[in-house]
């Protein structure tokens, strides 16, 4: 399987500070990768997919980048709606793989 | 609007089997595929398998042995069974639907499944 390594496990941001999550897959993935957040107590929601492309109706602050084996989204501009657990899923091989999550919470 | 729904017992004795359904409204599981994921205490998320538009399967190496999704196209639901649980299968088991099997747009609510004695 590869595997898909998230970083970091949490992070503390403050209001309208721009913030980064990175995902580093154990081989290329080519950019078969999306990006979901999930608040607490609700459903995962797909903010990104093949690595950069923002799923309808998501914000434009959130913006996802990244090639090969390293890839990465951003919140350009923290908001409080962005607290949550953030993971990156990687769709090249089977198994799709989940990093691990990334907690995001507000300073 | 696409609107998925889990239903099923939340609680499920150890060697027993699980078994769920997605119940799905506003589009047709003959398109699409519709798969089965679930998360643990802790955060840790785990594809389970999925069901494609034609009706073929693919399940996650680590469950095949124990796993089937099925579908009822005439009541355009889907399901999972798992067999042989443990304590290990504990978790919120949610389905969803995707373009390419990677990218859920769409998510059922999920449901909690407590595998105890």
């Known amino acids: 399987d590869i595997q898909m390594t998230q970083s970091p496990p949490s992070l503390s941001a403050s209001l309208g500070e721009t913030v980064s999550i990175e995902c580093r897959a154990s081989e290329d993935i080519y950019s078969n990768l999306a990006w979901y957040q999930q608040k607490s107590g609700k459903s995962p929601q797909l903010l990104i997919y093949y690595a950069s492309s923002l799923q309808d109706g998501v914000p434009s602050r959130f913006s996802g980048s990244g090639s090969g084996t390293q890839y990465s989204l951003k919140i350009s501009g923290m908001q409080p709606e962005d607290e949550g657990v953030y993971y990156c899923?990687?769709?090249?091989?089977?198994?799709?793989?989940f990093g691990s999550g990334t907690k995001l919470e507000i300073k | 609007e696409v609107q998925l729904q889990e239903s099923g017992p939340g609680l499920v004795k150890p060697s027993q089997s699980l078994s769920l359904t997605c119940s799905v409204t506003?589009?047709?599981?003959?398109?699409?595929?519709w798969g089965w994921i679930r998360k643990f205490p802790g955060n840790k998320m785990e594809w389970i398998g999925h069901?494609?538009?034609?009706?073929?399967?693919s399940y996650n190496p680590s469950l095949k042995s124990r796993i089937s999704i099925t579908r009822d196209t005439s009541k355009n639901q889907f399901f999972l069974q798992l067999n042989s649980v443990t304590t290990e299968d504990t978790a919120t088991y949610y389905c969803a639907s995707a373009k390419r099997y990677w990218d859920f747009a769409y998510w059922g609510q999920g449901t909690l499944v407590t595998v105890s004695s």
């Open positions: 506003g589009y047709s599981i003959t398109s699409n595929y």
């Open positions: 069901i494609s538009y034609s009706g073929s399967t």
């Open positions: 899923l990687q769709g090249s091989k089977y198994p799709p793989t």
